[in-house]
């Protein structure tokens, strides 16, 4: 039986309503999905190029607008 997931510390709901899991989460189950998650820990280690790439490029540029 898996434990029940808790709003706001495993997942958020995003603005279109859809299920978004934190890091929080990801960095419990262990590895990286290869779905290419938002908030992935893992580098998106598991995504195939050239979509990791540009994961990669996207998440540091939005990191570098934010401070």
Request: charged share 25%; aromatic share 12%; glycine share 8%.
């Amino acid at each position: 039986m898996q434990p029940q997931l808790k709003e706001g510390i495993d997942f958020y709901y995003n603005e279109d309503g859809y299920v978004v899991l934190t890091a929080a989460f990801l960095l419990k189950r262990g590895y990286c999905c290869g779905n290419g998650c938002r908030h992935c820990p893992y580098n998106y280690e598991k995504v195939p190029e050239p979509r990791r790439t540009n994961l990669l490029a996207a998440r540091k540029l939005n990191n570098k607008e934010k401070g």
